[in-house]
């Protein structure tokens, strides 16, 4: 399967606990997105990435967030201290170019975070 | 800040019939791109149909085809021959520079 690839698909912590999310994109694809999903709301922007560079950061990720792409391959997402609040679905994305403009992003699956 | 609203939470249609999601959004932009994706349960979202803001006709994708109104800020979508298939979460979304700006999602649930 060459699609996007993220792990764990489900990860259930306590409060206070640290969490990192990984996300592979399709190997040729240079932007790299991430997105927060809660139930009943539609994915709300995190960051991204063109290559290795993080482009842009939303209000929404707080300091306890820190998202990384080393050598512009795969991402990881990392939640320090974790709150209830974080409980939701963090969807990675992929696009060759700048897939919002203009192209379409290919999603993964979802890692679904619960914190007890 | 943009906004693109979907006010249907959820929509029934009977399998064979003809369903039309709503769309709206705010942009002082000229020139856009506008998406729909379909999101199954326990499943990636994936691209439906995609609209270039500029180009005045409407994109149609087979079964799937929009109704875009520049001037009123809608795009809606339009779903003949609902199959069982179909059924999922659809997402309006509206590309920008960084990133896309989606809306919180219809239901739609196909009838057999």
């Known amino acids: 399967d060459t699609g996007v690839s993220q792990n764990p698909r489900h990860k259930i912590t306590k409060r206070g606990q640290n969490v990192t999310f990984r996300c592979d994109p399709i190997?040729?694809?240079?932007?790299l997105y991430w997105y927060r999903q809660t139930l009943g709301q539609g994915p709300e922007f995190l960051t991204y990435f063109q290559n290795e560079a993080q482009l842009e950061k939303s209000r929404l990720l707080s300091d306890r967030f820190s998202a990384e792409r080393p050598k512009g391959s795969f991402s990881t997402l990392e939640i320090q201290r974790t709150e209830q609040g974080d409980s939701a679905m963090y969807l990675c994305a992929s696009s060759l170019g700048a897939g919002t403009m203009t192209g379409e992003l290919f999603f993964g699956e979802g890692s679904r975070l619960t914190v007890l | 800040a943009q906004t693109v609203t979907q006010s249907q939470p959820e929509m029934s249609v009977q399998e064979a019939e003809t369903v039309t999601l709503s769309c709206t959004y705010d942009t002082s932009e000229s020139d856009y791109y506008l998406f729909w994706y379909k999101q199954p349960p326990s499943r990636q979202m994936i691209l439906v149909i995609r609209?270039?803001?500029?180009?005045?006709q409407n994109a149609t994708e087979n079964r799937f085809s929009v109704n875009f109104q520049k001037a009123a800020k809608s795009f809606s979508l339009k779903i003949s021959d609902s199959q069982l298939g179909d059924a999922a979460m659809y997402f309006c979304a509206k590309g920008g520079a960084d990133g896309l700006t989606f809306g919180k999602g219809t239901h739609l649930i196909i009838q057999p």
């Open positions: 190997s040729e694809h240079n932007r």
């Open positions: 609209q270039e803001a500029y180009k005045q």
